[in-house]
C-alpha cells in the first residue's frame, strides 16, 4: 500500500498538469471528452490525443531509460525515418508483416547497439555519439527510399498505423502494452536500480559490480527498439516512408517528455508512467492549441515557456535557496555553487 | 602541444586530399570561382560556426543557433516591410537582442546550474517560436542596401568573386581567432573548457565569462541571420532548420574537442571548407544524390571523434593518471 501511494504521489504533478490542461479545453469545447464508436473504433478527442501522441510516448520510453544512465539519444528521430523507410523498402519488395517487423525493428536494434557502443565501450559522451546517427540518419533513410516518398498498399502493415484492436487504435495498444512491458521489466527486477545506479555515479557502480558496459548498451539498444516500433507507426500512420520528415523533431519532444515526467538530464531516479503522462501533456497541448483556433506557431513558444518553468524548478539552485529559505538567509550563490563534474 | 595540434593538421591534410581528389576529377575546382562560390555559399554557417567554437571550447554547447538565425532574417524582413526603417538600424537592433537573447542562457546556464543542453534547446523552441509568431510565410526582403550588399564583391584573379559576405565570414574568422588566442577572454574560455571548478579556483570569472560566451554565440548567430538574409534575400522562419548540427559537426571536424578547452578557431574554417567541399562535390558529378553530404559528413564526425579519444588516451597515458573522460555534457 505504501508503495502504491508513494507512486501515486510520484505521478501527482503530471497527472494534476494534465488533467488542468484537458479540464482548460472542455471548458471552451464542451464536447471535447465525447467519444463515440463508429465502424467498430473508437473516436473522439481524447482517443485522438492518446493515438497521436504513441511515437512520442514510446519514444518518451526510450529515452527515460537513456536519460536515467546520465544520457540522452538524440538519434531517436533519424532512426524513426530509418526504421520506417526500412518497413516501407519491405513492404514494396512484397515481404510479409512479420518480415517486415523483423526488419524495421532489427534494423532500430543495430542502430541502438552502434550508439550503446560508441557511449559504453569508446565512453564518447551519449550527446555526441548519438549526433553521428542524428545527421548521418536521414542520409540512410534517404538511401534506402532512394530519395523518393516509399508508398505502399499492404493492408496488414497500415493496420498497425490506423487500425484498431477491440476498438482500440493500434498505436495506442503498441505504446500502451510497450510502456506496461518496460515498466514491468525495469521495476520487478533489479534492472531499474541498476540503471539509476549507472546515472548517479557510473564509476561507483562499476566497481560495485554492476555490469555497466552491457547495460548502458541494452538502455541505447531499447531505446532503437522503441524509435523502431514508433518509426513504424508514423509509416504506416501515412502509408509511405517520408525519410526527411518522418520523426523530425521528434527527439526533442521525447526529451521534453521525460524532463515533463520529472525525470532530472543529470540521471538517477526515473519513472516511465510519469513520462508516458508527460507525452500525453505535449500532444493535448498540442491539440488544444489547434482545437482553439490559436495558431499553431504559438504552440513552440509555450513548449519553451514549460522547458523554462520546469528547469527553474529542477534546477538545484532553486532546491539550495528553498533549503536556504527555511533556515537562514540565502549567501551569495557563486560560492555555494557545486561542480557536476 | 603537438598532440593538441594533431586534429588541426589532420583537418588540413583531409581539406587538402580532398581537394586533391576532386582537382583529378574535375580540374575546374581549383579556379577562384569555385573558392569564391565555397565562400559565399558557406558564410553563415561559417559565421554561426565561430560562436558555436567558442560555446564548446568553454565545454558548453548551443542549440539555439539555427532558430536564431531564422528569427532574425524573418525579424529583418517583417521590420522593413511594416516600418520604413534603413537596414542599419533594424541591423543594430536585431544584433542587441540576439545578444541579450544569448546572455540570458548563458545566465541561465550558470545561475541555476542546468546542462546548455537543455537551456539552449529552449532557447531554440523559443526562437523559433517567435519566428512564428512574426510571420509563418515566407517574407521578401525589397530593399537597395540589401541589393548593395549583395552584390557588393572584390573581382580575384581569375575572376572569381569574394563577395561581401565571403569577406565578413574570413573577417569574423580572424577577429575569433585574435580574440581566443590573444585575449583574456580567450583565455578564460580555454581554462573554463578545462573544468569550472579549476578555473574559478585559479581566478576566471566563471559568471561573466559564461555569460560573455553565449552572448557572443548569440551576437553571431544574429548576424549570421544577417548574412543569410542579404544570400537568400527573405527571411523565412522554417528556413534553416539544423544549421547548430552542421555548425556543431563543422567545429567537431575543426579538431576542436567536444568535452571543451582544446582545439582551434582556424580549424572550423576549415572544416565549414570540408563540408561546402562535399557539397560542391556532389554539385559537380551531377549523379551523386544530396544525401551523401549528410552520410559523409556523418562518417566524419565518427572519424574525428575516434581520432580525439585515441589522443585524449594517449595523453592520459603518458601523464600516468588512468582517470576516465568526463560524462558531463
Redesign the interface.
Known amino acids: 500500500m505504501n508503495g502504491a501511494t508513494r507512486f501515486l504521489r510520484r505521478i501527482a504533478p503530471q497527472l494534476a498538469i494534465l488533467a488542468g490542461i484537458l479540464v482548460l479545453i472542455s471548458v471552451f469545447f464542451p464536447g471535447f471528452f465525447e467519444v463515440r464508436i463508429a465502424n467498430g473504433r473508437l473516436y473522439g478527442s481524447p482517443i485522438d490525443i492518446l493515438n497521436r501522441g504513441a511515437p512520442v510516448a514510446l519514444l518518451a520510453i526510450g529515452m527515460t531509460l537513456v536519460i536515467a544512465t546520465r544520457g540522452i539519444d538524440l538519434s531517436v528521430g533519424a532512426l524513426m525515418a530509418i526504421c520506417g523507410a526500412t518497413a516501407a523498402w519491405g513492404s514494396t519488395q512484397g515481404y510479409g508483416l512479420p518480415a517486415i517487423l523483423a526488419l524495421s525493428v532489427s534494423a532500430g536494434l543495430v542502430c541502438g547497439l552502434w550508439n550503446g557502443i560508441l557511449v559504453a565501450v569508446l565512453r564518447i559522451q551519449p550527446i555526441v555519439a548519438t549526433l553521428i546517427l542524428m545527421v548521418a540518419g536521414r542520409g540512410i533513410a534517404q538511401l534506402i527510399t532512394e530519395g523518393a516518398i516509399l508508398t505502399f498498399n499492404q493492408e496488414s502493415l497500415i493496420f498497425i498505423g490506423s487500425g484498431s484492436i477491440l476498438t482500440a487504435p493500434t498505436p495506442v495498444v503498441i505504446w500502451m502494452i510497450a510502456g506496461m512491458i518496460v515498466t514491468l521489466v525495469v521495476r520487478r527486477s533489479a534492472l531499474g536500480m541498476l540503471i539509476e545506479a549507472i546515472g548517479v555515479n557510473l564509476r561507483a557502480s562499476t566497481l560495485a559490480g554492476v555490469n555497466s558496459r552491457v547495460l548502458l548498451i541494452a538502455v541505447y539498444m531499447a531505446s532503437g527498439l522503441c524509435a523502431s516500433l514508433a518509426g513504424v507507426i508514423a509509416a504506416a500512420d501515412i502509408r509511405g516512408a517520408d525519410a526527411n520528415n518522418a520523426g523530425l523533431w521528434l527527439e526533442l519532444d521525447a526529451i521534453l517528455a521525460v524532463v515533463i515526467g520529472g525525470t532530472s538530464l543529470l540521471g538517477g531516479r526515473f519513472s516511465i508512467v510519469a513520462s508516458l503522462i508527460g507525452a500525453l501533456i505535449i500532444q493535448a497541448m498540442n491539440t488544444g492549441i489547434l482545437l482553439s483556433g490559436f495558431p499553431p506557431e504559438f504552440n513552440l513558444v509555450i513548449k519553451a515557456l514549460i522547458v523554462l518553468t520546469i528547469l527553474i524548478l529542477q534546477s538545484p539552485a532553486t532546491r539550495t535557496a528553498a533549503v536556504f529559505f527555511r533556515r537562514q538567509p540565502r549567501p551569495d550563490p557563486a560560492d555555494t555553487r557545486t561542480v557536476t563534474q | 602541444m603537438n598532440a593538441r595540434l594533431l586534429p588541426l593538421i589532420a583537418t588540413v591534410v583531409i581539406f587538402l586530399a580532398a581537394y586533391a581528389v576532386c582537382y583529378v576529377q574535375f580540374p575546374a575546382i581549383l579556379s577562384t570561382r569555385v573558392v569564391g562560390n565555397l565562400l559565399t555559399d558557406n558564410a553563415f554557417l561559417g559565421i554561426a560556426a565561430v560562436g558555436m567554437t567558442f560555446v564548446i571550447l568553454s565545454g558548453g554547447?548551443d542549440l539555439s543557433i539555427g532558430s536564431v538565425i531564422a528569427f532574425s532574417g524573418v525579424f529583418i524582413a517583417v521590420l522593413l516591410r511594416d516600418t520604413g526603417l534603413h537596414p542599419v538600424p533594424v541591423f543594430v537592433l536585431l544584433l542587441a537582442i540576439t545578444t541579450l537573447f544569448g546572455a540570458c542562457m548563458g545566465a541561465?546556464i550558470h545561475?541555476?546550474?542546468?546542462?546548455p543542453?537543455?537551456?539552449t534547446?529552449?532557447?531554440?523552441?523559443?526562437a523559433?517560436?517567435?519566428a512564428?509568431?512574426l510571420s509563418?510565410d515566407a517574407v521578401p526582403i525589397d530593399h537597395d542596401f540589401f541589393d548593395l550588399l549583395k552584390d557588393a564583391y572584390w573581382l580575384m584573379p581569375g575572376k572569381g568573386r569574394l563577395t561581401f559576405i565571403g569577406g565578413l565570414m574570413m573577417l569574423v574568422f580572424l577577429a575569433g581567432i585574435v580574440l581566443a588566442h590573444r585575449t583574456r577572454f580567450g583565455t578564460n574560455v580555454y581554462a573554463l573548457g578545462g573544468?569550472?571548478?579549476t578555473a574559478?579556483l585559479m581566478g576566471v570569472p566563471?559568471?561573466r565569462t559564461t555569460i560573455a560566451i553565449y552572448a557572443l554565440s548569440g551576437f553571431l548567430a544574429g548576424l549570421s541571420g544577417i548574412v543569410f538574409a542579404t544570400y537568400t534575400s527573405a527571411g523565412y522562419?522554417l528556413a534553416t532548420v539544423g544549421v547548430e548540427?552542421d555548425a556543431?559537426?563543422a567545429v567537431?571536424i575543426g579538431g576542436t574537442l567536444?568535452?571543451g578547452g582544446s582545439g582551434f578557431v582556424a580549424g572550423t574554417l576549415v572544416g565549414v571548407l570540408i563540408m561546402g567541399l562535399i557539397q560542391t562535390y556532389i554539385v559537380f558529378d551531377g549523379t551523386l544524390?544530396s544525401?551523401?553530404?549528410?552520410?559523409v559528413?556523418?562518417?566524419l564526425?565518427?572519424a574525428f571523434?575516434?581520432l580525439q579519444?585515441g589522443l585524449v588516451l594517449v595523453s592520459t597515458r603518458e601523464r600516468g593518471t588512468a582517470d576516465?573522460?568526463?560524462?558531463?555534457?
Open positions: 554547447i541561465a545561475f541555476l546550474e542546468m546542462p543542453f537543455i537551456v534547446l529552449a532557447g531554440m523552441f523559443l523559433r517560436g517567435m512564428y509568431v509563418i573544468g569550472a571548478a574559478s566563471v559568471a522562419s548540427l556543431i559537426a567537431v567536444l568535452t544524390s544525401w551523401w553530404t549528410k552520410i559528413i556523418g562518417f564526425l565518427f571523434i575516434l579519444k576516465g573522460p568526463g560524462r558531463g555534457t
